[in-house]
């Protein structure tokens, strides 16, 4: 019961440390000219950062999403052939979908639209099916955040039950 509290007063971190323990296993198994001195740094720094994901969204997000791409500078090819720098991403658009609120989330659909720029730019294709392709991408795992945010809202802002009539049976829902 104590290791399931822990756990839940925890999970920021306890995800921070388990993606920082896979990207570093990762990197270290990589080889192929990565200088583990330079790229390891920034992966356990983009890691760090996600766990305040939840008290500072934004500065969360950017600081991840810079550190993350500089990895590939230290490891040239580790973008194109890893699940830890691409979970790191997905992870860090989801989460500031689902964390941002108020101004910080209009601050939000501005990075997300700089993270598609920069993903376009990066991968080097501007045809329109790349682009929508990019879009989708960087898109889709903020969508799924913001929603599962906006859903909990009016979960928690409504009533549990309600005693009004529905109108097409006329019973109580």
Do not use: K
């Amino acid at each position: 019961m104590a290791l399931r509290r822990y756990a839940r007063e925890h999970a920021d971190e306890l995800v921070a440390v388990g993606l920082a323990g896979l990207y570093a296993v990762e990197l270290a198994n990589r080889g192929h000219g990565t200088d583990l001195s330079g790229a390891l740094p920034f992966a356990l720094l983009a890691c760090a950062s996600l766990s305040q994901r939840r008290r500072f969204p934004v500065p969360s997000y950017v600081v991840t999403i810079a550190a993350n791409a500089v990895v590939p500078h230290w490891s040239p090819g580790f973008d194109a052939n890893s699940i830890s720098f691409v979970v790191v991403f997905l992870f860090a658009l989801y989460s500031l979908g689902r964390h941002a609120r108020g101004t910080a989330a209009w601050v939000a659909v501005g990075c997300v639209a700089l993270s598609v720029v920069g993903f376009a730019v990066g991968d080097g294709a501007f045809r329109p099916s790349d682009l929508f392709f990019d879009t989708a991408f960087v898109s889709l795992p903020y969508a799924a955040g913001l929603t599962w945010r906006l859903r909990a809202e009016r979960a928690s802002s409504s009533p549990t039950t309600s005693t009004s009539p529905n109108p097409a049976t006329g019973n109580s829902t």
